[in-house]
């Protein structure tokens, strides 16, 4: 079976492929980075991160789509469809994460009102409190994505359950400027908190925003 | 940086890469739920989230059928 990779410009992929033994497929302007196994990978922590590896392997090289880990393809005819049939959208986002990565701000606010009540109540209450935090939540992440905008080339709000959580897309060679806006961000008001994690590859990108 | 700080901030990085190598990339179907350190991490409708409907191939599919936490 075949195992995706990546998607990459199609005249970058000999240089990837040399580099970690990947086998390409090239339609057009964009080339699919695949391996072909006979068993499907395994969702085991350590095939995650051997699958992390090699991405940000790729994407060291030039600017690279991931794909979502654990997808396979039928057949190299089905991959070469899908690779006509979507080769002008990930070239369009190629273009955008060229020079590109991905930091994550994970934002909380001691500050914040709790999402239940402290004491037991009504459900009335109950429900005033679930739509005050909310409130509270969405104005942070508002103004946090106002904040970094200007760094920011676009942003994804990622899930989370309590706490603000974005990926933004930085110019590779903006980061310190990017984290020194962060932390003027979290500065700016007290009981604010944050933390980054990156510089990874576009994981967050590879789809034009919508709605 | 206390030893504290430093475990946490590693774990932070270690469930964000996780998180970002099985719910970001480009999606071209499908959930799937695995287990980091004895815990199971359900994605619920990530499709529905994260992936618009055009970008679900009907060529592709999961190495795995997909678990869903509601059904």
């Known amino acids: 079976?075949?195992?995706?990779?990546?998607?990459?410009?199609?005249?970058?992929?000999?240089?990837?492929?040399?580099?970690?033994?990947?086998?390409?497929?090239?339609?057009?302007?964009v080339a699919a980075l695949y391996d072909e196994r006979e068993e499907a990978p395994s969702t085991s922590r350590q095939d995650i991160l051997d699958f992390g590896r090699v991405i940000s392997d790729i994407s060291k090289a030039g600017p690279a789509l991931p794909v979502r880990f654990g997808t396979v393809v039928e057949s190299l005819s089905a991959l070469g469809d899908l690779l006509e049939r979507r080769e002008a959208?990930?070239?369009?986002?190629?273009?955008t994460v060229a020079g590109h990565v991905e930091i994550v701000v994970h934002a909380q606010d001691a500050a914040a009102p709790a999402p239940t009540p402290a004491a037991p109540g009504s459900g009335r209450e109950y429900l005033m409190s679930r739509a005050a935090a909310r409130r509270h939540a969405e104005a942070m992440?508002?103004?946090?994505?106002?904040?970094l905008s200007?760094?920011?080339?676009?942003?994804?709000?990622?899930?989370?359950?309590?706490?603000?959580?974005?990926?933004?897309?930085?110019?590779?060679?903006?980061?310190?400027?990017?984290l020194a806006a962060v932390e003027s961000w979290a500065g700016a008001q007290q009981g604010r908190r944050v933390t980054t994690t990156g510089p990874w590859p576009p994981f967050s990108f590879t789809e034009k925003e919508t709605g | 940086?206390?030893?504290?700080?430093?475990?946490?901030?590693?774990?932070?990085?270690?469930?964000?890469?996780?998180?970002?190598?099985?719910?970001?990339?480009?999606?071209?179907?499908?959930?799937?739920v695995l287990s980091i350190a004895d815990v199971d991490l359900v994605y619920v409708g990530l499709r529905l989230v994260l992936a618009p409907a055009h970008a679900v191939e009907d060529s592709v599919r999961l190495s795995r059928p997909p678990r869903r936490l509601e059904e």
């Open chain 1, 89 to 95: 959208e990930w070239q369009e986002r190629l273009a």
């Open chain 1, 1 to 29: 079976m075949i195992v995706l990779y990546a998607l990459v410009p199609a005249e970058q992929a000999p240089l990837v492929t040399a580099q970690n033994g990947l086998r390409v497929l090239a339609r057009g302007s």
């Open chain 2, 1 to 32: 940086m206390s030893v504290e700080q430093v475990n946490v901030g590693e774990d932070v990085a270690l469930v964000d890469l996780i998180d970002r190598l099985i719910g970001g990339g480009v999606v071209l179907t499908g959930d799937i």
């Open chain 1, 150 to 178: 200007a760094h920011c080339r676009e942003s994804r709000r990622l899930q989370a359950s309590e706490e603000i959580r974005v990926a933004c897309l930085v110019p590779a060679g903006d980061t310190e400027s990017f």
């Open chain 1, 141 to 147: 992440y508002d103004d946090l994505t106002a904040g």
